[in-house]
């Protein structure tokens, strides 16, 4: 493995966690599905950047250069910048913000500091205090997480959901289960157990979906012979689907509203 991550959880209410990475040599690695938006900063040869994305849907290869440094911020779902919309940052679509100087970078007619491992929460709460990131709590309500039904619209919540993250409820929550699955596979758990622990219908139905999420079988996952990107450990969603998939509207939250 060329890449190496360090991490931490976040006290923000926007962050879902912060992240380090670095590059021993060159190599290509799987860039795996994500539901999630992320700022990241690069530091390469003298050269500092900094670049917003959006989620990916499917694992792709990508090219990782020698002796780099990347800091990650990736924030809960739901947290979004109004200027660059997830949807369109969807896929690697993403954007790289023009730099102002060595430490700094152009955001809304403004110079930023580029932010760190330590103050990327201060960092994200200037964002905010600024209305450059908001986040709406709906998402997570819409995605079953401690609430209760509401009131709104489904069609107006599934517009909502997607103008905040880019992807839909259903494929968020494939992502999910499928990073997910992945974590217990290279935790050592067997393939039998994650495809019940993941809520999988059987071994094939696992097996299709890492390899479009994780670029992966189940039984690759567990080797570890390919360098991922940043799987951090993580839990299921609840689950709001019936046994047949479909989406379960009666478990659901629809009280969209400001963070």
């Known amino acids: 493995m060329f890449l190496t991550f ?14 380090h990475s670095q590059s021993c040599h060159a190599g290509v690695f799987l860039s795996i599905a994500a539901s999630h ?7 390469h040869q003298g050269r500092t950047f900094l670049t917003v994305r959006g989620p990916e849907t499917r694992s ?3 090219d990782c250069p020698a ?16 200027g660059f919309l997830p949807g369109n940052l969807k896929e690697r679509h993403d954007v790289t913000l023009p730099g102002a100087t060595s430490r700094s970078f152009w955001l809304s007619g403004s110079a930023w500091e580029y932010p760190d491992f330590e ?24 995605l079953g997480v401690g609430s209760q039904p509401g009131s709104v619209p489904i069609r107006s919540t599934q517009r909502r959901f997607l103008r905040a993250t880019g992807i839909s409820h259903r494929t968020v929550r494939q992502i999910e289960r499928a990073r997910y699955a992945a974590t217990l596979l290279k935790q050592g758990v067997s393939i039998l157990d994650t495809v019940y622990e993941a ?3 059987d071994q094939p139905h696992l097996t299709r979906s890492l390899k479009t999420a ?23 969603l609840p689950r709001i689907y019936d046994a047949r998939g479909r989406f379960d509207h009666d478990r659901i939250g629809t009280n969209f509203g400001p963070g």
């Open 60 to 62: 792709t290869p990508a």
């Open 119 to 142: 103050n990327a929460d201060a960092f994200v709460a200037r964002l905010a205090r600024k209305g450059i990131i908001v986040r709406d709590a709906g998402v997570e309500a819409a």
């Open 67 to 82: 002796a780099g440094e990347w800091l990650g911020i990736r924030f809960k779902l739901g947290t979004f910048m109004p």
């Open 6 to 19: 360090d991490e931490r959880l976040s006290d923000s209410p926007l962050v879902e966690r912060v992240w």
């Open 37 to 43: 938006f992320e700022i990241a900063v690069t530091r």
């Open 199 to 201: 809520g999988y219908f």
């Open 214 to 236: 994780i670029g992966q079988t189940p039984v690759e996952v567990r080797e570890g012979k390919q360098q991922l990107s940043f799987l951090y450990k993580t839990a299921p």
